[in-house]
């Protein structure tokens, strides 16, 4: 009897073992330094009935998840959340209500959150077939980086061949998608970065690489251009660095404004929110006569705030995959960092180490 009841308990632990499935996920679960990000095991996803079920193969790291991480996300989910805007992998199952010739191909997708796993789930909207000359890894920057640009150079920023364009952080991820989309206009293009990226972004076709280390960006831009300035520039960094970006606009210029990285702090608590609220001060406000009189326009764009409309992001994702095919996109991937590893992730864009793309693989 006894032999037969261990028995018994073994074949019980092999049918849960067999059919209970599980998969990985990181997990901000709350707002601090690298220690709160945990990989965290939880059943397996399955599809609603208009969903599609992918099995992640990588998934892009932004700054907005390094903001999250820390508490200076508005946006972000409460904690703990998963976060995460991008992947692309395999499709692993379909809802009733989705075609079933879906499963199986290798897709690009964007995610409202909860893409740094290996499972998510999204609706078809989402989702576009991988092309086949990018690895899983290349794939995955392009629906944040490269949507962003699209809009803020495209869309938004109206670039022209017979213009110029300066591009602040010209070595990260966003600034590599906007080269690649400036180049493709044949805009004369500027970017600020370290010294030590300018050979890289050189190669990669930039015109004028600016070092803002050691010298003062604005005035090595005006040199550059005779006293001129530029007709687009595209800031991430916020604050009072807005108002160097404005005063670098040539008559009909553009200030194309995506971000306020500059608030970010190396902690959270009381110094972030001092952080943001000294940032706020220091940002400008643009009244309308002056831009009236001075021929120049200025826009913001927040792509997590685009989720109403999905056609119009769909049309700049297929134009963005046409771009890959004619083979003017090129994503660039620095690197990549295991999920057990995220947070020696977070510490390599946080000291501006990457050129190009940080993805996190499963």
Same mark, same amino acid.
């Given at each position: 009897?006894?032999?037969?009841?261990?028995?018994?308990?073994?074949?019980?632990? %092999?049918?849960?073992?067999?059919? =209970? +499935?599980?998969?990985?996920?990181?997990?901000?679960?709350?707002?601090?330094?690298?220690?709160?990000?945990? /990989?965290?095991?939880?059943?397996?996803?399955?599809?609603?009935? $208009?969903?599609?079920?992918?099995?992640?193969?990588?998934?892009?790291?932004? +700054?907005?998840?390094?903001?999250?991480?820390? @508490?200076?996300?508005?946006?972000?989910? $409460?904690?703990?959340?998963?976060?995460?805007?991008?992947?692309?992998? *395999?499709?692993?199952?379909?809802?009733?209500?989705?075609?079933?010739?879906?499963?199986?191909?290798?897709?690009?997708?964007? %995610?409202?959150?909860?893409?740094?796993?290996?499972?998510?789930?999204?609706?078809?909207?989402?989702?576009?077939?991988?092309?086949?000359?990018?690895?899983?890894?290349?794939?995955?920057?392009?629906?944040?980086?490269?949507?962003?640009?699209?809009?803020?150079?495209? *869309?938004?920023?109206?670039?022209?061949?017979?213009?110029?364009?300066?591009?602040?952080?010209?070595? @990260?991820?966003?600034?590599?998608?906007?080269? $690649?989309?400036?180049?493709?206009?044949?805009?004369?293009? +500027?970017?600020?970065?370290?010294?030590?990226?300018? $050979?890289?972004?050189?190669?990669?076709?930039?015109?004028?690489?600016?070092?803002?280390?050691?010298?003062? !960006?604005?005035?090595?831009?005006?040199?550059?251009?005779?006293?001129?300035?530029?007709?687009?520039?595209?800031?991430?960094?916020? &604050?009072?660095?807005?108002?160097?970006?404005?005063?670098?606009?040539?008559?009909?210029?553009?200030?194309?404004? +995506?971000? /306020?990285?500059?608030? =970010?702090?190396? =902690?959270?608590?009381?110094?972030?929110?001092?952080?943001?609220?000294? %940032?706020? *001060?220091?940002?400008?406000?643009?009244?309308?006569?002056?831009?009236?009189?001075?021929?120049? &326009?200025?826009?913001?764009?927040?792509?997590?705030?685009?989720?109403?409309?999905?056609? #119009?992001?769909?049309? !700049?994702?297929?134009?963005?995959?046409?771009?890959?095919?004619?083979? !003017?996109?090129?994503?660039?991937?620095?690197?990549?960092?295991?999920?057990?590893?995220?947070?020696?992730?977070?510490?390599?864009?946080?000291?501006?180490?990457?050129?190009? #793309?940080? /993805?996190?693989?499963?």
């Amino acid at each position: 009897m006894t032999s037969f009841h261990y028995g018994s308990i073994a074949l019980e632990l %092999t049918i849960k073992i067999q059919y =209970s +499935f599980f998969m990985r996920q990181i997990v901000n679960t709350t707002n601090g330094n690298y220690d709160i990000l945990q /990989i965290q095991e939880v059943p397996d996803l399955e599809p609603a009935n $208009d969903e599609i079920l992918i099995q992640v193969k990588a998934s892009g790291l932004n +700054f907005a998840d390094i903001l999250a991480r820390k @508490g200076q996300y508005q946006d972000a989910p $409460d904690k703990p959340c998963v976060m995460g805007y991008e992947v692309s992998g *395999v499709i692993k199952d379909v809802g009733s209500g989705v075609n079933k010739d879906w499963i199986g191909k290798e897709v690009v997708a964007i %995610t409202r959150f909860g893409g740094q796993a290996e499972q998510v789930v999204v609706k078809q909207s989402q989702i576009h077939e991988k092309p086949d000359r990018l690895s899983f890894e290349e794939a995955a920057t392009l629906p944040v980086n490269y949507l962003t640009a699209w809009v803020l150079l495209v *869309v938004m920023g109206g670039l022209r061949e017979d213009e110029s364009v300066l591009i602040h952080n010209a070595g @990260g991820g966003m600034g590599l998608a906007q080269l $690649d989309i400036a180049k493709h206009i044949g805009a004369t293009t +500027f970017g600020t970065s370290s010294q030590q990226k300018h $050979d890289f972004l050189s190669d990669r076709g930039l015109d004028h690489p600016i070092d803002y280390r050691n010298n003062d !960006w604005y005035s090595e831009l005006m040199n550059l251009t005779n006293d001129r300035g530029v007709e687009l520039v595209t800031d991430p960094l916020g &604050g009072k660095h807005w108002k160097q970006s404005y005063k670098a606009l040539r008559s009909t210029g553009r200030l194309g404004m +995506f971000g /306020i990285s500059t608030a =970010s702090s190396d =902690s959270g608590g009381l110094k972030a929110t001092f952080n943001l609220l000294k %940032t706020v *001060v220091g940002m400008p406000f643009y009244h309308p006569i002056p831009l009236l009189n001075k021929n120049n &326009g200025v826009f913001g764009v927040n792509l997590g705030h685009l989720w109403h409309e999905p056609d #119009k992001a769909s049309l !700049w994702m297929k134009e963005i995959l046409e771009g890959v095919e004619e083979g !003017w996109i090129n994503p660039h991937v620095d690197t990549t960092f295991s999920f057990d590893d995220v947070g020696d992730a977070h510490r390599y864009i946080e000291e501006r180490k990457n050129i190009g #793309k940080v /993805i996190l693989v499963p």
